[in-house]
């Protein structure tokens, strides 16, 4: 059934899917923190399209809770099984649910081969290579394969197939750890070093909550403050999953106004996130580089950002190499990263929020 509340991106898919199609790329990454909307795009727009274009289309997701460390062979096993598939002609679509379990249009099947009987990955690239289909491999969250132990040789295997394939077989790789996807695409010594063109995944703009809008019109029979739906989309930092909460709320409990329902919304998510806590572990300086970086300080190593931070802090000086470790410190906790243009900002959205709307610059420590 149709989500009533999916907001299409069919424009980008279909670009995306023009340059790979004709070879202009053969691989894209797309960044963004979580709650963006990234898997549902692939599996909303690219992988139905793709199919049209006469793809063969995989999907998988290496970030499952507690299944992530075994991350790496589920992917060699769904791998295994999808070019199985394509050999069989029994199917243009595959997704997958879990790292134990393989859904395969519909039909669950339990893993049973074991690793060590497999193919190695490049060699199973090779056999999906040969399909008179192209393939489209799109792999959700892949900055988690380079965090689990042991995996390089997986990686390389990985790289060398599609490298030695890329004519035939084209892949979207998608990551929420711009800082975990450097691991893997942006050293020099990375396996994947320059191998797929960075994208930065675009926020949704008031089309969107303008859709939203439309849809409570016809279930409510009632109309909703565009500017204001927007507004508050623009305070949740444009996640459209929360946006898509509050008119979910709003539509199962008609006595909601769209204030009540971002404040209940709002209080629940800061509440789940525990930033208070975690904003307490945090040094002085941390905080105050956190703070800035949320209200869109680039310049941090500038002089008059280090003289403005030394006097609010109390201190004499603050040296470029005292910013320089800061910023690896909030990069290592996953805090802050750098988009594809080298741009930092706050990884979550949710912090995001929380620190522009509850912390002020002379309210730290």
């Known amino acids: 059934m149709k989500d009533p509340l999916y907001f299409p991106r069919t424009e980008l898919a279909s670009a995306l899917l023009a340059s790979l199609k004709a070879s202009i790329t053969h691989a894209f990454t797309l ?3 979580r709650r963006m909307g990234k898997t549902e795009f692939l599996i909303n727009d690219i992988a139905p399209l793709a199919e ?3 793809f063969n289309v995989f999907y998988f997701s290496f970030m499952d809770g507690n299944s992530a460390n075994n991350a790496d062979e589920s992917f060699h096993q769904a791998l295994h099984q999808f070019a199985q598939e394509i ?18 249009l519909g039909v669950g099947l339990e893993r049973t081969l074991s690793e060590k009987t497999l193919p ?9 290579a040969a399909d008179n289909r192209p393939s489209l491999l799109l792999l959700d969250e892949v900055q988690e394969l380079a965090r689990i132990p042991n995996t390089s040789y997986l990686i390389r295997s990985l790289r060398t197939g599609l490298d030695l394939n890329k004519n035939r077989v084209k892949t979207i790789f998608t990551g929420s750890s711009t800082n975990g996807l450097r691991m893997m695409f942006n050293d020099v010594k990375a396996p994947f070093f320059h191998f797929a063109h960075a994208l930065d995944f675009p926020n949704l703009d008031q089309h969107f909550t303008d859709f939203l809008a439309d849809v409570y019109q016809e279930r409510m029979s009632k109309s909703l403050d565009k500017h204001a739906l927007y507004a508050v989309f623009e305070r949740l930092n444009y996640t459209p999953m929360y946006m898509r909460a509050i008119i ?10 769209l204030e009540k329902a971002t404040q209940i919304r709002l209080e629940q998510m800061q509440e789940n996130g525990n930033f208070t806590a975690q904003w307490r572990e945090l040094t002085a300086i941390e905080q105050f580089t956190l703070l800035a970086i949320a209200k869109g300080q680039s310049a941090v190593y500038g002089a008059d950002f280090r003289e403005q931070m030394a006097e609010i802090l109390g201190v004499e000086e603050i040296k470029v190499s ?4 800061t910023i690896r410190k909030l990069q290592r906790k996953d805090l802050i990263s750098k988009t594809s243009h080298g741009v930092l900002h706050i990884n979550s959205p949710l912090l995001h929020t929380w620190l522009t709307e509850n912390v002020e610059s002379t309210h730290l420590a």
């Open 31 to 33: 960044f963004a923190p």
């Open 52 to 54: 049209k274009d006469g």
């Open 87 to 104: 050999r069989t002609g029994n199917g243009v679509k595959t997704l997958f649910s879990s790292f134990t379990k393989i859904d395969l």
């Open 120 to 128: 190695n990955i490049s060699e199973i690239i090779a056999c999906i």
């Open 248 to 257: 979910q709320d709003m539509i199962i409990n008609p006595a909601l106004s």
């Open 322 to 325: 005292t910013m320089q470790s």
